[in-house]
């Protein structure tokens, strides 16, 4: 089976690229079931997954009146080649927010939804994005890594140092393990082939990059903000995302927890897809 194939709801629309001649960007759509959407979520995916990793969510939102699009980077999920690599972190915000203008639905609210390292990007596509943008979502965002991860990440740093800048030769520091315990493990996890599980060294020079000046573009953001943290994640440090979440605006914010590992969408699918649903209908009024 192959796990990219759209299932039931979901199609694939393709960004053109006329400058470069070239296919364009494919990424991910799910229609709402009512004939006028509430609001666009577009979804950043993590490093190491791609957007179909949304659907236990995607179909919920769907189902909600929601109009749902997985935002695909080159190299990633449904667009291959160069997988592994990015060319520059402008190349990574400039992909996503083509895609975001070509999929969302137009004179309807805009929320960038960002999952991971998705979050990361998420952050930068705000900031540039200004008034076209409604609201952010960040679910178990990557901004600070837990110890275990920063540790295996400034190896890897060292690794890549002499290896060519392009060459997925990187092994990723999280382990599938980290994601889900559940039955999505080994139903869906460890059968995704097209998950990164290696990476460049001018990917992980990029990420760096862009994890830092997140940080403080976070704080410059004035959009409300929602934020969903897992209890039992063993990637992020929750604390220090807390902390910087109160440096915001308390009125502007809102921070919820859910018992479960990093992957939320396959340890509590339901009860996130209800939480953001919600935060839609307060602070946006969708």
């Known amino acids: ?30 229609g709402a079931e009512h004939p006028q959407p509430r609001a666009t979520l577009a979804v950043l995916s993590g490093v190491m997954s791609n957007t179909a990793w ?12 929601y109009r749902v699009i997985g935002v695909e980077r080159r190299g990633s999920g449904l ?4 997988r592994g690599d990015t060319p520059s972190a402008k190349v ?9 203008e070509h999929g ?7 929320v960038i939804v960002g999952w991971c390292w998705g979050a990361i990007l998420g952050v930068h596509l705000a900031h540039g994005m200004g008034e076209q943008l409604d609201g952010l979502a960040l679910l178990t965002p990557g901004l600070y890594p837990s110890e275990r991860i920063s540790a295996r990440m400034k190896a890897l740093g060292k690794e890549g140092k002499g290896q060519p800048p392009e060459a997925a030769v990187l092994d990723s520091p999280i382990e599938d393990e980290m994601f889900t315990t559940g039955p999505a493990l080994d139903a869906f996890v460890r059968r995704d082939e097209a998950r990164w599980r290696r990476f460049s060294p001018r990917f992980l020079e990029v990420s760096s990059r862009l994890s830092m000046a997140a940080r403080m573009r976070l704080r410059k953001l ?4 929602f934020v969903a943290l897992a ?3 063993a990637t992020t440090d929750n604390e220090k995302i807390v902390a910087e979440l109160a440096r915001l605006p308390e009125e502007r914010v809102r921070t919820t927890f859910l018992p479960g590992a990093h992957g939320l ?3 509590a699918p339901q009860a996130l897809a209800e939480r953001l649903d919600a935060w839609a209908r307060d602070a946006l009024g969708v």
Do not use: K
Not at 1 to 27: C, F, H, K, Q
Not at 104 to 110: S, V
């Open 79 to 82: 667009n291959t080649e160069g």
């Open 222 to 225: 004035a959009l409300p903000l």
């Open 54 to 65: 949304f659907r236990p969510l995607a179909d919920r939102w769907r189902a909600m009146g």
């Open 92 to 100: 990574l915000v400039d992909d996503a927010r083509r895609v975001v």
């Open 265 to 267: 969408q396959f340890e």
């Open 1 to 30: 089976m192959d796990l990219l194939a759209p299932t039931e709801g979901e199609s694939i629309a393709t960004v053109p690229d006329e400058e470069n001649g070239s296919e364009g960007l494919r990424y991910r759509v799910w």
């Open 104 to 110: 969302r639905a137009a004179g309807r609210p805009l």
């Open 231 to 233: 209890e039992d994640d």
